[in-house]
T-cell receptor, first 114, second 112 residues
Framework: QKEVEQNSGPLSVPEGAIASLNCTYS??????FFWYRQYSGKSPELIMF????GDKEDGRFTAQLNKASQYVSLLIRDSQPSDSATYLC??????????????FGRGTSLIVHP | DVKVTQSSRYLVKRTGEKVFLECVQD?????MFWYRQDPGLGLRLIYF???????EKGDIPEGYSVSREKKERFSLILESASTNQTSMYLC???????????FGPGTRLTVT
């Protein structure tokens, strides 16, 4: 059974701080890694994806991947109250029927307080 | 922008009713998915489809069936709704080579 683990939180950070969200996965053959943001009562929306070891930056967001340690993280710089949401980590492993099927973590709740 | 739409945002049905949830995507994506999301349990895959008329079971297919007669449309069917199927239902689509998921707005189904 492929597993993706996240701390459920809540992670509480002050406005302007760096929020660090972490995710570990069990399938060593996993190829691609995604972070989704989900506001309360809404559906998940993609923030970033990463395939290669190292860092990938997009605006205030940085995804970090370490395949040897089976670890992926999301850093949010200059956190804003509007970043308060649940962040889902997803990992694509093997293909079935021509599509990669993601395994989702249960999400980390982030609260950014003014 | 990719757009995924779902037929209803909120739905209330009675136990034993047959329920149809419909999902439409406008970006010619090959792959479509149905999930349910429950507090504390996260997103769980019910069924997915990788082509017209092709479907595969996900992790929790019991009590559900699906239909994909056209590429842009993927329907989830609850054959005989039960109270334990009260949940948020999310449809998603993906496209190679990146396979990120694009979600619809969700349908909150209540079975009484």
């Amino acid at each position: 059974q492929k597993e993706v683990e996240q701390n459920s939180g809540p992670l509480s950070v002050p406005e302007g701080a760096i929020a660090s969200l972490n995710c570990t996965y069990s399938d060593r053959g996993s190829q691609s890694f995604f972070w989704y943001r989900q506001y309360s009562g809404k559906s998940p929306e993609l923030i970033m994806f990463i395939y290669s070891n190292g860092d990938k930056e997009d605006g205030r967001f940085t995804a970090q991947l370490n395949k040897a340690s089976q670890y992926v993280s999301l850093l949010i710089r200059d956190s804003q109250p509007s970043d308060s949401a649940t962040y889902l980590c997803a990992v694509n492993g093997g293909a079935r029927g021509g599509s990669y099927i993601p395994t989702f973590g249960r999400g980390t709740s982030l609260i950014v307080h003014p | 922008d990719v757009k995924v739409t779902q037929s209803s945002r909120y739905l209330v049905k009675r136990t034993g009713e047959k329920v149809f949830l419909e999902c439409v995507q406008d970006m010619d994506h090959e792959n479509m998915f149905w999930y349910r999301q429950d507090p504390g349990l996260g997103l769980r895959l019910i069924y997915f489809s990788y082509d017209v008329k092709m479907k595969e079971k996900g992790d929790i297919p019991e009590g559900y069936s699906v239909s994909r007669e056209k590429k842009e449309r993927f329907s989830l069917i609850l054959e005989s709704a039960s109270t334990n199927q009260t949940s948020m239902y999310l449809c998603a689509s993906t496209l190679a080579p990146t396979y990120e998921q694009y979600f619809g707005p969700g349908t909150r189904l209540t079975v009484t």
